[in-house]
């Protein structure tokens, strides 16, 4: 309530002092917790700046925002700025956004991980920077497990362990390992074993290599001992269903919500594979429009994106949202280290948060994922051999999207 | 009696019917009570343990609700009060009327059902832009007045009124269009009904149209406040379905008030 208060004060005051003030618009997908957190931080971004109006519009999910973005990038009424996919912006916002370069200073630049940098450039330029960013990271029941598994073996091995069929009717009763069929369980194993998803060109797919034979057979064996579901494991897990699982950091408030009262847990990085332990970055990066926007809206929004990125913002951002810190300099500080004391399970999204690798700009890669997701299932479900199946996605990417 | 005992089978998959059908119905109601934890518990209950009427009042709070009832309601009725009067007056046409190239047309109308929506979508949003339309109640009511299912559904409908009525009728003297009103009108009331009701419900449920097309909180609808309790990693089931029935409430009460008439318009037009 009084937050609340506080902001209509601010929206009082601002509209006070109406005159002279630029107004932007940040086109979302955010709800709920993450919505308010974006709003609280917007809030005080223009108490701050009270020439500055930002107007956050929600335009429900992903799929949605971007629809909405292509009319209106085709009406040549875009917002003054928006979340983006990476790949939204290879396929389609290329020439629409404002380069950001020489605009973002470089210390600020230098303190992102390079890999989550990578992917907000498009033909050498930087078009985005990283904006509701996560990883996947391992949960594990710590009534069960003392030490987190470090290694894929000792992952394979410990899943094993914790597999327990009492009445030996071939359904265990406890499962050592949760497994969800989607493309990310296995492009991170893929990168883990030194994969790489195209040549140099983007003319090849590589999916068929040792690393790709590597992950499939990892999680294979993985699924021996795995309760199998498509549906989100926090539930299962946090009944003590499933002994560990690896799943999205996004996930961190809904297993504290499915374990509360029944089991202890916590959070490890990733089991590392033959050459490392890197997760996919996952989520979106913000960039703004120069198609349609005065310089006042652009440089607005710049002032607001630089807010963003500012240590105070970055940090509330992450511990209001449960995204993953990404500035060394935010991670290391007397605040940050403060707030990992008192929730454990930050500590490992934090290191995890600097070992994270991205897919390539493809402005199709939303269809390639899927192609990949297919062949996982298709695998794991016993209808094609790993061999089998990496060389039909290989050729079902090549002829459909690189060619 | 020995009727009844023949019948029994019938009622028995009768029964199983219906309880698949109304089991998404049970699921979403009960899971409105459960608390957080219960909502999300593997296994899941059917029942919940304790009644947690707070999820409603959370739901409600957690997006302007109020206006969005209030935007759904008057939407609905408006685009479907519209596109019955313009169906009728088209479907009576198409299916009373001679006029050159009426089958051409009729077919080029049934055509445009072929359409994918979101195909349509961008040239869409760019009429709604031109016309300086973007962000208000025109842009969600307008372009769907006209609908080319209503006028599909009462052309079959007003085909089984016997012609000799418009003969005898024009013999007294009156017009087309008081033909139309006073006897087309009131025998057509199921498949009036019918279509009043596919409408509104459409409406109702419209999602990405309104989406598209508003910017403004006040200017959204029902459906994208549900929206709200979908996260990225997870849903809040317990309040997601709280406010789902209370969103589908005004539908289930037009439904019951309407189901005599529903029925024979589905029946009549041998809609299924």
Same mark, same amino acid.
């Given at each position: 309530m009084y937050k609340k208060v506080v902001i209509v004060l601010a929206v009082l005051f601002i509209g006070v002092l109406a005159i002279g003030q630029v107004e932007i618009e940040f086109w979302h997908a955010m709800r709920g917790g993450h919505l308010e957190t974006l709003e609280a931080i917007t809030a005080q971004f223009m108490e701050k700046n009270p020439d500055i109006v930002v107007k956050l519009v929600g335009q429900g999910g992903y799929g949605d925002l971007n629809t909405k973005l292509i009319a209106a990038a085709a009406a040549m009424q875009p917002p003054t700025m928006a979340q983006?996919?990476?790949? @939204?912006?290879?396929?389609?916002?290329?020439?629409?956004?404002?380069?950001?370069?020489?605009?973002?200073?470089?210390?600020?630049?230098?303190?992102?991980?390079?890999? #989550?940098?990578?992917?907000?450039?498009?033909?050498?330029?930087?078009?985005?920077?990283?904006?509701?960013?996560?990883?996947?990271?391992?949960?594990?029941?710590?009534?069960?497990?003392?030490?987190?598994?470090?290694t894929w073996e000792e992952l394979i091995e410990m899943a094993k362990a914790l597999t327990v069929d009492e009445d030996g009717d071939g359904t265990p009763e406890r499962y050592g390992f949760g497994l969800r069929p989607y493309a990310e369980m296995f492009t991170t194993p893929f990168w883990q074993a030194g994969g790489r998803f195209f040549s140099e060109d983007m003319t090849e797919s590589l999916l068929y290599s040792e690393p790709g034979l590597a992950a499939l057979n990892f999680l294979l064996e993985l699924k021996a001992t795995s309760l199998y579901q498509t549906g989100y494991l926090s539930s299962p897990f946090g009944s003590g269903k499933i002994a560990m699982y690896i799943g999205s950091v996004a996930g961190i408030p809904y297993v504290a919500r499915a374990a509360e009262g029944k089991v202890n847990w916590n959070t490890a990085v990733l089991p590392k594979g033959p050459v490392n332990n890197d997760s996919i970055y996952m989520g979106t990066d913000i960039g703004i429009f120069a198609l349609n926007t005065t310089p006042e809206q652009r440089e607005a929004a710049l002032k607001y994106i630089l807010y963003l990125l500012s240590p105070e913002a970055h940090m509330a951002w992450a511990k209001g949202t449960g995204y993953i810190p990404f500035r060394?300099?935010?991670?290391?500080?007397?605040? @940050?280290?403060?707030?990992?004391?008192?929730?454990?399970e930050r500590v490992a999204v934090t290191e995890q948060a600097f070992h994270g690798f991205t897919y390539p700009n493809h402005p199709q890669w939303y269809s390639i994922r899927g192609v990949i997701g297919d062949m996982l299932e298709a695998? #794991?479900?016993?209808?094609?051999?790993?061999?089998?199946?990496?060389? @039909?996605?290989?050729?079902?990417?090549?002829?459909?999207?690189?060619? | 009696m020995l009727q009844e005992l023949?019948?029994?089978?019938?009622?028995?998959?009768?029964?199983?019917?219906?309880?698949?059908?109304?089991?998404?119905?049970?699921?979403?109601v009960t899971t409105s009570f459960k608390t957080p934890q219960e909502a999300q518990s593997y296994p899941p209950t059917w029942i919940p343990k304790q009644l947690r009427w707070q999820n409603y009042i959370e739901a409600w709070n957690a997006a302007p609700f109020g206006r969005y009832f209030l935007n759904s309601l008057f939407v609905a009725t408006a685009t479907a009060i519209g596109g019955v009067i313009t169906s009728v007056l088209a479907a009576y046409a198409f299916a009373k009327m001679n006029f050159i190239g009426k089958n051409v047309l009729f077919y080029l109308l049934v055509g445009t059902m072929m359409i994918p929506g979101q195909m349509l979508l961008v040239p869409n949003y760019l009429t709604i832009v031109k016309l300086r339309w973007y962000d208000t109640y025109q842009a969600l009511i307008v372009p769907w007045v006209a609908n080319v299912f209503g006028i599909f559904l009462l052309r079959q409908f007003f085909r089984t009124i016997p012609d000799e009525l418009w003969d005898s009728a024009q013999i007294d003297g009156c017009s087309r269009f008081r033909f139309l009103w006073q006897f087309v009108v009131p025998l057509s009331?199921?498949?009036?009904?019918?279509?009043?009701?596919?409408? $509104?419900?459409?409406?109702?449920?419209?999602?990405?149209?309104?989406?598209?097309?508003?910017?403004?909180?006040?200017?959204?609808?029902?459906?994208?406040?549900?929206?709200? $309790?979908?996260g990225e990693a997870g849903t809040d089931y317990h309040l997601l379905t709280a406010a789902a029935t209370f969103a589908m409430?005004?539908?289930? $009460?037009?439904?019951?008030?309407?189901?005599?008439? $529903?029925?024979?318009?589905?029946?009549?037009?041998?809609l299924k």
């Open positions: 983006f996919y990476a790949d @939204w912006v290879a396929a389609a916002y290329k020439d629409a956004l404002m380069p950001l370069d020489d605009l973002i200073p470089e210390e600020i630049l230098s303190d992102i991980p390079e890999k #989550l940098l990578q992917a907000c450039y498009f033909d050498g330029k930087l078009l985005t920077i990283p904006f509701n960013k996560s990883t996947l990271i391992l949960f594990y029941n710590t009534d069960l497990v003392s030490e987190p598994p470090t060394k300099s935010a991670i290391t500080s007397a605040e @940050w280290k403060a707030y990992m004391a008192e929730h454990p695998v #794991l479900l016993g209808d094609m051999t790993p061999e089998e199946a990496l060389q @039909w996605a290989d050729e079902t990417i090549e002829e459909e999207y690189l060619k | 023949k019948r029994s089978p019938l009622y028995l998959i009768l029964f199983a019917v219906m309880a698949i059908m109304l089991l998404p119905f049970f699921w979403t009331k199921p498949a009036l009904v019918t279509l009043f009701l596919f409408r $509104f419900i459409g409406s109702w449920n419209a999602f990405l149209w309104v989406l598209i097309m508003t910017s403004r909180e006040e200017m959204r609808t029902l459906p994208v406040g549900l929206y709200y $309790f979908i409430m005004p539908i289930i $009460f037009l439904f019951l008030v309407a189901q005599r008439q $529903f029925i024979q318009g589905v029946a009549r037009t041998g």
